[in-house]
């Protein structure tokens, strides 16, 4: 199966800064996921021409199962995760990951029906700061929402904005799971047009065979949003 983690910047091109939905929906197309989280979602937003991107999106994709999380909300409308699946969802569960008086960020936590059994899904997009990004890592980890699904393959993924490349060695050592994201220098995915830093990562616990992981590379990708896809290719049943 394949997973595509995607940060949108709401459509609008990190190089061209042009607005245009449709490059984003052509590259996911090319890769042709079965499972699709998008951070930078925009709903009802100005800056994208009121468009409620989740139902265009649901509209095109025609998931079996979908979610989405407003998380910022503006004076008109807002953004947030959007997580769409080609299974349907045993379970699923949105929790709050926001710090003190920090931007509001959240989590989508999801168990999907998956034809190699359940899987455990965590879809979020971290804050700027370290700290900050340490904090949201324990929450989640330790959030009942999340520790009542640990029986299940379990797969962490989004924008982590973590250029430092702390979070595997932290939070997520002790937790038990393995960064599938590494080393940094493979994985570099922002800015999309000239990528420096390596802040779309994705971590695994449990019966997980990672087949392959990348960032797609290309002229479509560099001019669609400021961060390159990641995707993921897996299956269920061994480590």
């Known amino acids: 199966m394949r997973l595509l983690s995607f940060n949108i910047h709401k459509g609008i091109g990190g190089r061209d800064r042009r607005y245009r939905l449709g490059r984003i929906m052509d590259v996911i197309d090319a890769e042709a996921p079965?499972?699709?989280?998008l951070q930078e979602v925009d709903r009802l937003v100005?800056?994208?021409r009121h468009d409620d991107q989740p139902r265009l999106f649901v509209e095109h994709f025609q998931p079996a199962a979908h979610l989405f999380q407003l998380n910022v909300r503006l004076k008109e409308g807002g953004y947030g995760n959007l997580l769409l699946s080609r299974w349907p969802l045993l379970s699923h569960h949105q929790i709050s990951l926001t710090h003190h008086t920090r931007k509001v960020r959240g989590a989508q936590l999801a168990v999907i029906d998956t034809p190699s059994g359940p899987l455990h899904l965590a879809h979020w997009h971290l804050g700027l700061g370290e700290h900050e990004r340490h904090w949201q890592s324990r929450r989640l980890l330790e959030h009942h929402s999340f520790r009542e699904s640990k029986q299940h393959p379990t797969l962490i993924v989004g924008d982590s904005n973590d250029w430092r490349n702390t979070l595997?060695?932290?939070p997520f050592d002790v937790h038990g799971f393995r960064q599938?994201?590494?080393p940094a220098s493979r994985f570099r995915s922002f800015p999309?047009?000239?990528p420096t830093l390596a802040l779309d990562k994705a971590f695994v616990r449990g019966a997980i065979n990672v087949q392959r992981v990348h960032v797609v590379r290309s002229?479509?990708?560099r001019d669609a949003s400021d961060h390159l896809p990641l995707?993921?290719?897996f299956d269920l049943g061994s480590h």
Do not use: E, Q
């Not at 079965?34 to 989280?37: H, S, V």
């Open 34 to 37: 079965d499972l699709i989280c």
């Open 46 to 48: 100005r800056r994208s």
């Open 168 to 170: 595997a060695s932290g």
């Open 180 to 182: 599938i994201t590494a």
């Open 192 to 194: 999309a047009w000239l």
């Open 219 to 221: 002229r479509a990708t």
């Open 231 to 233: 995707v993921i290719d």
